[in-house]
Nanobody
């Protein structure tokens, strides 16, 4: 079983930045890694995906503001979030998918408020 531990969330003012990290207990080399978010009362939405070949994909709301990256040697995936808006407030979850099994982290809260 792969354990995922997110960190880096917190309270930030509108326009600010945060960098989320997701550390895996096992190698992420062959896995597609993703970041999702879920606001209270809403469904969990895909934010960004880092494929094992290095390609990335973003939700429309994340394009131009968020950047996903991965460091396979550190078994870590990152989400750099810039120009944050109040509507970005949510719990952010890391996702591991190797085509056979899917794992989730416990989430880290991001609150954007003045």
């Amino acid at each position: 079983q792969v354990q995922l531990v997110e960190s880096g969330g917190g309270l930030v003012q509108p326009g600010g930045s945060l960098r989320l990290s997701c550390a895996a207990s096992e190698t992420i080399f062959g896995a597609t890694m993703g970041w999702y978010r879920q606001a209270p009362g809403k469904e969990r939405d895909l934010v960004a995906t880092a494929f094992r070949d290095g390609a990335t994909k973003y939700a429309d709301f994340a394009k131009g503001r968020f950047t996903i990256s991965r460091d396979n040697t550190k078994r870590t995936v990152y989400l750099q979030m810039n120009s944050l808006k109040p509507e970005d407030t949510a719990a952010y979850y890391c996702n591991y998918n190797n085509g056979f099994t899917v794992y989730w982290g416990q989430g880290t809260q991001v609150t954007v408020s003045s």
